[in-house]
């Protein structure tokens, strides 16, 4: 154990001298940044439906596909609404925060999430790349109308659009559906101009649009860090592992920052 937390001290150390001196930051982050906001994650430690079917005896990943929402809308709503519920009674953690610090003081940061929850807008980051979408966002399947809800309902759904009556859909990436083309084409067009420093947070980097940053990295010799209570299938190739929880692991680092100014 002593080991372990001293290998810690000594990497969020060196993290925070890399971070301090870097010019353009990646960090994506996953479900597990959002856990300590009270967030259940849907896979790794803890992760609801890790191992259990939904109430309809449904994988999640079939209960909240595209196809699910043209054959039986019902199903993926009542999750969407569950999932926006916990997410409306929900507030940024410390994780949050500091990222959004580091995107002010920093000379470039960029978030690329998998979470829908907007909980780093609401913590104050706005270079984000929201690549599955928000729970709080609703577009119109046929028109171009779009609102933001301040309570997702799974009662009479789906709801029709107010200006054409075609029905109305959250906008986010259910599975088995395309990425957004324009948060890709800007996530696509930062990553071309090259990034000296890549974080994965809260992710077990499942999708491969989500590792390929971190392999790029890798094989780059950028400095790559992976943060998160599990192991991943990066984990033995990254720079730096961080076995902490994302707010732990982020104030631990924060902190190293500041000693060194």
């Known amino acids: 154990m002593q080991d372990t937390e001293a290998r810690v001290t000594r990497a969020t150390r060196e993290i925070a001298a890399l971070l301090m001196k870097a010019r353009r930051v990646l960090l994506i982050t996953g479900a597990g940044i959002s856990a ?4 259940p994650t849907y896979r790794g430690l803890g992760g609801l439906y890790e191992h259990d079917l939904t109430e309809e005896g449904l994988p999640i990943e079939e209960a909240l596909s595209g196809e ?16 926006e519920k916990n997410c409306r009674v929900a507030g940024p953690n410390a994780a949050h925060r500091w990222i959004a610090r580091w995107e002010e003081t920093l000379p470039y940061v960029m978030v690329l999430t998998q979470n829908i929850d907007g909980l780093h807008r609401a913590a104050g980051s706005e270079n984000v790349v929201e690549i599955h979408g928000d729970v709080h966002r609703l577009r119109c ?9 301040e309570s997702l309902s799974a009662k009479n759904v789906p709801p029709p659009c107010p200006e054409c009556g075609a029905a109305l859909r959250p906008e986010v990436v259910l599975f088995g559906e395309m990425l957004p083309e324009r948060e890709l084409e800007r996530f ?9 420093m890549v974080f994965s947070i809260g992710t077990t980097s499942v999708f491969p649009y989500i590792a390929q940053p971190m392999l790029q990295a890798i094989q780059r010799g950028i400095p790559s860090v992976e943060i998160n209570p599990g192991r ?24 190293e920052m500041e000693a060194l100014i």
């Open 36 to 39: 300590d906001s009270g967030l």
């Open 68 to 83: 699910m929402l043209r054959r039986r809308p019902e199903i993926p709503w009542k999750y969407l609404a569950a999932i």
């Open 141 to 149: 399947t046929r028109c171009d109308y779009r609102t933001r809800t």
């Open 188 to 196: 696509l067009a930062a990553l071309a101009k090259g990034f000296d």
């Open 232 to 255: 991943t299938h990066l984990s033995s190739r990254v720079t730096y592992q961080i076995p902490l929880g994302a707010a732990e692991a982020l104030t631990m680092i924060a902190g």
